[in-house]
């Protein structure tokens, strides 16, 4: 090859290389949304607006969170699935949007393709709470009031085809018992309703119920998962408490459109980790009751992919519908 040309293609490949690297570090280059399926207050919304500042500091940029709550997470998920794949839009998002309501809405987004996962940030339990004017202080005495009075007791949920929502329909299913299901915009909303007695009980995240279960606001019966909660020692399981096959936990993590170019998602990627090894984002999210995620961005897609199909196959056996009473 003549020294010109290989000097031009030795320029070109010089610059094919260099130009990912450039992008990753212009970006952002402008305001970056963090979009959130749920009402302010929420656990979502919590998660979203700790990333957003930790996120602020690391790319020295503006990240705003934006909520569009509804549609069981879905509105915020869809619009960044249709957003520019430019990395200006990311998704703070749970397994509410991202693996239960697929199988319950008609959706125009794949939530498995459109979106590019980041990070796993925090996996949570969900716990059952009860309002105080419910006098039940365990499981066992709750499904004895709901056994005689079959047609009184509602539960709460952040919105249908959420973790919420999912959890009380497989506790319907696993102890034969009746409850409504009242559908919220978002766990704040639905947590004044369980506190002033107009719902009696909710299997809320504990991201978004431990302030007000520390406050004295929420009654706490049970955790829907294998172990108990280092936050909450002296709550039993629903397995202690003689009830099997309703577990349920909430796992949020954070995503980016499809099509993003590769440099920017290994940036957003690598500044994610760095900012959950922080000892106040780890004391942050274990004081929300959750275990910090600690896995790679691919461990976290097919985790995402098995969850999918997890629900789907609970849905199913369980004959859940988006209109479920």
Do not use: C
């Not at 952002?28 to 979009?35: D, G, L």
């Not at 656990?43 to 500042?53: K, N, S, V, W």
């Not at 009746?178 to 919220?184: A, C, E, L, N």
């Amino acid at each position: 090859m003549p020294v010109s040309k290989r000097l031009i293609a030795a320029t070109f490949l010089g610059a094919t290389l260099a130009a990912p690297l450039a992008l990753a570090q212009t970006y952002p280059a402008k305001p970056v949304r963090i979009m959130v399926g749920a009402s302010a207050g929420g656990g979502t919304d919590i998660i979203a607006r700790m990333l957003a500042e930790k996120f602020n500091d690391a790319f020295k940029g503006s990240f705003v969170v934006e909520n569009r709550p509804g549609a069981s997470n879905t509105i915020a998920a869809d619009m960044t699935a249709k957003a520019p794949p430019d990395g200006h839009t990311l998704l703070a998002a749970t397994n509410t949007g991202q693996a239960i309501a697929p199988h319950l809405l008609k959706l125009a987004f794949d939530p498995i393709r459109d979106l590019t996962p980041i990070a796993l940030i925090v996996t949570v339990p969900n716990v059952l709470v009860a309002s105080n004017t419910v006098p039940a202080k365990d499981v066992r005495e709750l499904l004895a009031l709901m056994r005689a009075k079959p047609d009184e007791f509602k539960f709460a949920s952040s919105g249908v085809g959420s973790t919420q929502h999912i959890a009380g329909e497989a506790f319907k299913f696993a102890t034969g018992v009746k409850m409504i299901h009242v559908p919220y915009k978002g766990s704040s909303q639905a947590h004044l309703d369980v506190i002033g007695g107009q719902v009696q009980v909710m299997f809320d995240t504990t991201s978004s119920a431990m302030g007000h279960i520390r406050g004295g606001k929420l009654k706490p019966l049970a955790l829907t998962t294998p172990q108990r909660s280092a936050e909450l020692p002296n709550v039993p399981t629903l397995a202690e408490s003689g009830v099997s096959g309703a577990d349920m936990s909430t796992w949020y993590g954070l995503y980016v459109t499809a099509g993003t170019p590769r440099a920017v998602v290994e940036r957003l990627q690598a500044e994610t980790a760095k900012i959950l090894t922080l000892p106040d984002v780890q004391a942050r999210l274990k004081g929300l009751g959750g275990e910090p995620g600690n896995i790679s961005p691919e461990q976290f897609g097919a985790l995402n992919r098995a969850e999918f199909d997890r629900f789907g196959k609970l849905i199913r056996d369980a004959s859940i519908k988006i209109d479920a009473n």
